[in-house]
């Protein structure tokens, strides 16, 4: 697991300075691809108002700041729980995923998409996506903390599509509304896989098969708690 984990990082690590080395290059045939898709989505967006609604909607529900705070509360329950190891785990991985957005943000400073009439507003730099960064790794946090109770290989295969729709959705919603290039949501991606990859491979080499552990055991103590109320409503049907 964590050396799957660790050539997973490594692979979107290089592949992301690739993609780095073209932005920062101003390489033309993807500037090209970027302002053809950017103007084009714009266009559409400036003629369907209900359209960028729904992707303002979007953007709102899955922000960078509602998944921070939802991770947060998971770290808490977490931590509660008595999975310390993955509380640290999921708040070591979001911690350094909006340090490195940032960080990546203000080194490169690409100028975000621009138009005469926007249809939405947005601050700050475009490489990467602070929306699709953030969900390609909270959501994915989120999978991976869910994926040890889903019974049966079809459960676990939707609930990681349900991650990757989300992600897809969030990332989309960004490039809707024109506040974003296409190489920034898939810069997102890259780096963000890289960070979940490298942070889990470090966790398990520290401590091989314990956060695993912690996060399959979640069920089972849930599982001993509900145990013994059944066996008191059985005594007490039987005694009535």
Not at 3 to 13: I, M, P, Q
Not at 23 to 43: K, Y
Not at 193 to 217: H, I, K, N, S, Y
């Amino acid at each position: 697991m964590r050396l799957r984990a660790a050539l997973t990082a490594v692979v979107c690590l290089a592949l992301f300075g690739v993609l780095l080395g073209l932005v920062e290059s101003r390489w033309g045939p993807l500037l090209r691809l970027d302002q053809r898709t950017e103007s084009g989505l714009h266009s559409f967006a400036e003629a369907h108002t209900f359209w960028s609604a729904v992707q303002r909607m979007v953007s709102a529900l899955l922000s960078p700041t509602a998944l921070r705070i939802t991770a947060a509360l998971v770290v808490l329950w977490l931590w509660w729980r008595g999975a310390r190891l993955a509380a640290l785990w999921v708040a070591l991985v979001t911690a350094c995923q909006a340090a490195l957005e940032i960080g990546v943000k203000d080194a490169v400073a690409r100028p975000r998409p621009a138009y005469g009439h926007p249809v939405t507003t947005a601050t700050g730099w475009s490489f990467p996506s602070g929306h699709a960064m953030t969900a390609a790794t909270v959501l994915t946090l989120f999978a991976l903390l869910l994926l040890p109770h889903a019974r049966g290989r079809t459960a676990r295969w939707a609930l990681l599509g349900a991650a990757a729709l989300l992600v897809l959705l969030v990332s989309w919603s960004r490039l809707a509304l024109a506040v974003h290039w296409p190489s920034d949501v898939l810069g997102a991606w890259l780096l963000a896989r890289a960070l979940l990859g490298a942070v889990t491979a470090a966790f398990d080499f520290v401590r091989p098969g314990r956060r695993a552990a912690e996060t399959a055991a979640l069920h089972l103590r849930s599982s001993r708690r509900v145990q013994p109320d059944r066996a008191e409503d059985g005594s007490r049907t039987t005694a009535d």
